[in-house]
């Protein structure tokens, strides 16, 4: 059974940083999508990240491109998002997700990130945690 717990959400000022941690157990494929995804009050769930295990390309919403990044761990269970430069419309609860890509390869190509990509932006991924809640104040 897969597992995906957040942690390293808080509440911070305009233009400070916070560091979110997803740590992922119960994997079976070899490869995973991974992304961040956030729900703000009164708003729908919309994916802001995402990375496939192994490879070192990613994918980002407009919204928080050149502010966020994404990145995992060498052991690829851990799931990070840097938020750096953050405002009040980050506020949100930020969820980790994982979805099986079953046929990539050990180190895929960056057109893995495009497949991840799609399923994020659709919100077709199959795992999912409980989140962590981000406020920004200004």
């Known amino acids: 059974q897969v597992q995906m717990i957040e942690s390293g959400g808080g509440s911070v000022q305009a233009g400070e940083s916070l560091r979110l941690t997803c740590t992922a157990s119960?994997?079976?494929?070899?490869?995973?999508?991974m992304g961040w995804f956030r729900q703000g009050p009164g708003k729908e769930r919309e994916g802001v990240a995402t990375?496939?295990?192994?490879?070192?390309?990613?994918y980002y919403d407009d919204s928080v491109k050149g502010r966020f990044t994404i990145s995992q761990g060498n052991d690829k269970n851990t799931l990070y998002l840097q938020m750096d430069d953050l405002k009040p419309e980050d506020t949100a609860v930020y969820v980790c997700a994982a979805k099986p890509a079953a046929q990539a390869p050990e180190f895929p190509g960056p057109e893995w990130v495009g497949y991840c990509a799609a399923a994020l932006r659709r919100r077709g991924y199959n795992h999912w945690g409980q989140g962590t809640q981000v406020t920004v104040s200004s």
């Open positions: 119960g994997f079976t494929f070899r490869s995973y999508c």
């Open positions: 990375i496939i295990t192994g490879g070192n390309d990613t």
